[in-house]
T-cell receptor
Framework: DADVTQTPRNRITKTGKRIMLECSQT?????MYWYRQDPGLGLRLIYY???????NKGEISDGYSVSRQAQAKFSLSLESAIPNQTALYFC?????????????FGPGTRLTVL | KQEVTQIPAALSVPEGENLVLNCSFT??????LQWFRQDPGKGLTSLLL?????REQTSGRLNASLDKSSGRSTLYIAASQPGDSATYLC???????????FGKGTKLTVNP
C-alpha cells in the first residue's frame, strides 16, 4: 500500500461547488503539505501543518481552507470552486528533526473546474 | 523572492549517454536542495537531498552537486536508460522557512 494516498484521483466539478480533497498517510510523519501544480508555473505551496493544532498558510492560500483531522489526515477544501483552480493537487509529508527533511508526495488529484 | 530555474526544459538522449541537468536559484540562503522525479500519474519521488553544508550526494547512477555561493546545482545521470524518462524537478528550501520553491522541471526522454 502507498504511504501517502489522495482521494479522489480525478474530479470534475462546476463553478461554485464545494470540493474536498483528502490526504492520508501511514508514514507517521508530523508534517503535511498541500501543493498545486500548473503547467508552466511549477508547484506552489497552499497550506502546511506541523501537527494537528498547527496550520499555516503557504504561498497561495486564498480560496482554499484545510483541516487536519488527525496526524494522518489532512484535507483541502475549495469552498466555492472557480475555473482557475483547475490544477493538479499534491499532498506531501515530512518528519522534523531527522536531518534529511525529505518530503514524500502522494500521487496527486487532478481537479477540473468547469 | 527566491526563483528556481531549470535548463533545459526538455532533453532527448539515446540510451547509454551520460547527461547533466541544471538548476539555478537566485538566493543562496537556502537550507537544502532536493531533486525529484515526476512520472505521469505517480506524483513526485525524492531522488537526492543536499544540505546547504554539503557539496554533493550520490545514489546509484545519480550524482547531485551543490554550489551554494553561485546558486547552482547539477544532477548527473550516468549511463541513462529508457526507465529514466521522466520530468526532473529541483526544489530549494529557504532558510527559516518550510516552503519548498520548485523549478518548472526538465522533461527527459531516453530513447532505446
Amino acid at each position: 500500500d502507498a504511504d501517502v494516498t489522495q482521494t479522489p484521483r480525478n474530479r470534475i466539478t462546476k463553478t461554485g461547488k464545494r470540493i474536498m480533497l483528502e490526504c492520508s498517510q501511514t508514514k507517521g510523519h508530523d508534517r503535511m503539505y498541500w501543493y498545486r501544480q500548473d503547467p508552466g508555473l511549477g508547484l506552489r505551496l497552499i497550506y502546511y501543518s506541523f501537527d494537528v493544532k498547527d496550520i499555516n498558510k503557504g504561498e497561495i492560500s486564498d480560496g482554499y481552507s484545510v483541516s487536519r483531522q488527525a496526524q494522518a489526515k489532512f484535507s483541502l477544501s475549495l469552498e466555492s470552486a472557480i475555473p482557475n483552480q483547475t490544477a493538479l493537487y499534491f499532498c506531501a509529508t515530512s518528519v522534523a528533526g531527522r536531518g534529511t527533511d525529505t518530503q514524500y508526495f502522494g500521487p496527486g488529484t487532478r481537479l477540473t473546474v468547469l | 523572492k527566491q526563483e528556481v530555474t531549470q535548463i533545459p526544459a526538455a532533453l532527448s538522449v539515446p540510451e547509454g549517454e551520460n547527461l547533466v541537468l541544471n538548476c539555478s536559484f537566485t538566493d543562496s540562503a537556502i537550507y537544502n536542495l532536493q531533486w525529484f522525479r515526476q512520472d505521469p500519474g505517480k506524483g513526485l519521488t525524492s531522488l537526492l537531498l543536499i544540505q546547504s553544508s554539503q557539496r554533493e550526494q550520490t545514489s546509484g547512477r545519480l550524482n547531485a552537486s551543490l554550489d551554494k555561493s553561485s546558486g547552482r546545482s547539477t544532477l548527473y545521470i550516468a549511463a541513462s536508460q529508457p526507465g529514466d524518462s521522466a520530468t526532473y524537478l529541483c526544489a530549494v528550501r529557504e532558510g527559516g522557512s518550510e516552503k519548498l520553491v520548485f523549478g518548472k522541471g526538465t522533461k527527459l526522454t531516453v530513447n532505446p
